[in-house]
């Protein structure tokens, strides 16, 4: 499905209004023509997944903001689903990771006043 494209009409035209240059300089800037994102914007032609990227990243969306279907891949062969997959995935292991580091240092902070309590002995106890 990524091979023969998807269709993007009338998705193109608002992010490239609010684009540096417009139509002509987000086309530049992926390395295509105005009128060929006009085609594409008015659904002559399909983005296909090569176009679709450069146009992502260029304009910081995703691809299914351009209309991919769910099932596009990426470049690491990895459908849309499978990465957003993988991502929450390795976002679950940051956040144990991040939890278990606050709990470490609640602990150290904790070790800390006990020592300084120790080697710091109050007023009352000094003046004896």
Same mark, same amino acid.
Not at 66 to 81: I, N, W
């Given at each position: 499905?990524?091979?023969?494209?998807?269709?993007?009409?009338?998705?193109?035209?608002?992010?490239?209004?609010?684009?540096?240059?417009?139509?002509?300089? /987000? @086309? !530049?800037?992926?390395?295509?023509?105005?009128?060929? %994102?006009? *085609?594409?914007?008015?659904?002559?032609?399909?983005? =296909? +997944?090569?176009?679709?990227?450069? /146009? @992502? !990243?260029?304009?910081?969306?995703?691809?299914?903001? %351009?209309? *991919?279907?769910?099932?596009?891949?990426?470049?690491? =062969? +990895?459908?849309?689903?499978?990465? /957003?997959?993988?991502?929450?995935?390795?976002?679950?292991?940051?956040?144990?990771?991040?939890?278990?580091?606050?709990?470490?240092?609640?602990?150290?902070?904790?070790?800390?006043?006990?020592?300084?309590?120790?080697?710091?002995?109050?007023?009352?106890?000094?003046?004896?």
């Amino acid at each position: 499905m990524a091979e023969k494209g998807w269709d993007a009409k009338g998705l193109l035209q608002p992010l490239w209004s609010k684009y540096p240059g417009g139509r002509d300089g /987000l @086309a !530049e800037a992926v390395g295509t023509t105005g009128n060929s %994102l006009s *085609a594409r914007n008015t659904g002559k032609r399909t983005l =296909g +997944l090569s176009l679709g990227t450069r /146009l @992502a !990243e260029e304009l910081h969306v995703s691809l299914l903001e %351009l209309g *991919a279907p769910s099932g596009a891949v990426d470049e690491a =062969g +990895l459908t849309l689903v499978d990465r /957003l997959e993988s991502l929450a995935v390795d976002l679950a292991k940051a956040v144990r990771k991040q939890t278990a580091m606050a709990r470490e240092i609640r602990q150290l902070r904790g070790r800390v006043q006990q020592l300084e309590a120790r080697s710091w002995p109050d007023e009352a106890q000094s003046t004896g």
